[in-house]
């Protein structure tokens, strides 16, 4: 039936469908800002420091300026045209759709961080200062001290890894499994007293936000570190990516002094080394393999 609102009504819908349109042919035909790269990170290396450090360095050799995001939800910001370079656990769901949808180009290993086992200042089992995950765990175990399983699926899978390690031992009368994780395990853990496995740097940032007296005790073990990667976006799928801009700073990350820094770095009242250079698990061309 036509009425007097119908003219009006079928403008409104042509707009609304023709808009979406209007609005993706202004959008790629804004020049684009070549001046700023902008990074989309994972929390940890932005709220430990080491990617302002980087940023910094970066900058003051090159004057050309990085702009960082920080969350969880970095390949969402990507996939949104927010980011020229992302930085993520190797892992990370999202990496392998980006890059297989066409979305990024092939990763190139950055750096690693790393877990650790903590527990309290009295180590009832004397696993201070091993650099053996596995034998940290054997004592643990022969001591029957409390040991909490954190609850995070990558978590939980290396916790695995480290109990097959130490010869499968019995778990009853020590092993506390509840299903919680991150912080408030770490809660659970200081109420038994008892050990836990959970990422170096948000156990560091718990301890200084709630005056925690639980302390790093197992570090150095390999195991314990998880790698990430750079993936610069492809402007095939994303034209409003500054490329140049992207690959500038991945060739940075990767450089030599890029990679002595982040060995060096420290971070969050903690004196011994929790980042690790990974640039050198890339195919590094013209080297030796052997």
Do not use: C
């Not at 070549?34 to 430990?48: G, H, L």
């Not at 019995?170 to 395990?185: D, N, P």
Request: zero cysteines; a positive charge.
């Amino acid at each position: 039936m036509f009425t007097r609102s119908t003219p009006r009504l079928l403008a409104t819908l042509i707009i609304a469908s023709v808009w979406p349109l209007i609005w993706a042919t202004a959008e790629t035909s804004l020049p684009l800002d070549t001046t700023v790269v902008r990074v989309a990170v994972v929390n940890t290396p932005q709220f430990s420091g080491l990617m302002d450090a980087l940023v910094a360095d970066f900058q003051s050799a090159t004057g050309q300026k990085v702009a960082v995001y920080s969350g969880n939800d970095v390949y969402e910001r990507a996939l949104a045209g927010e980011a020229d370079l992302v930085i993520s656990h190797y892992g990370k769901s999202g990496v392998e759709k980006f890059v297989l949808g066409g979305f990024g180009s092939w990763p190139k290993t950055v750096f690693a961080n790393q877990a650790v086992i903590a527990g309290p200042k009295s180590d009832p089992a004397g696993i201070r200062g091993l650099a053996s995950a596995a034998e940290a765990m054997r004592r643990i175990a022969k001591a029957k001290a409390p040991f909490v399983a954190n609850a995070l699926p990558g978590v939980n899978y290396m916790t695995e890894i480290i109990w097959e390690q130490a010869g499968r031992p019995e778990k009853a009368g020590w092993w506390i499994e509840t299903g919680v994780a991150k912080g408030k395990a770490v809660e659970l853990a200081e109420q038994k007293q008892a050990y836990i496995i959970w990422g170096a740097l948000p156990f560091l940032r718990y301890k200084q936000k709630h005056s925690s007296d639980f302390e790093i005790l197992v570090h150095s073990d390999p195991l314990l570190q998880r790698v990430m990667v750079s993936i610069v976006a492809r402007p095939e799928k994303l034209p409003r990516t500054n490329v140049a801009g992207a690959e500038a700073f991945q060739r940075y990350l990767l450089s030599p002094r890029a990679q002595a820094k982040i060995s060096a770095f420290r971070s969050m009242g903690f004196g011994q080394q929790l980042w690790w250079p990974a640039g050198r698990d890339n195919s590094n061309e013209g080297g030796r393999d052997d």
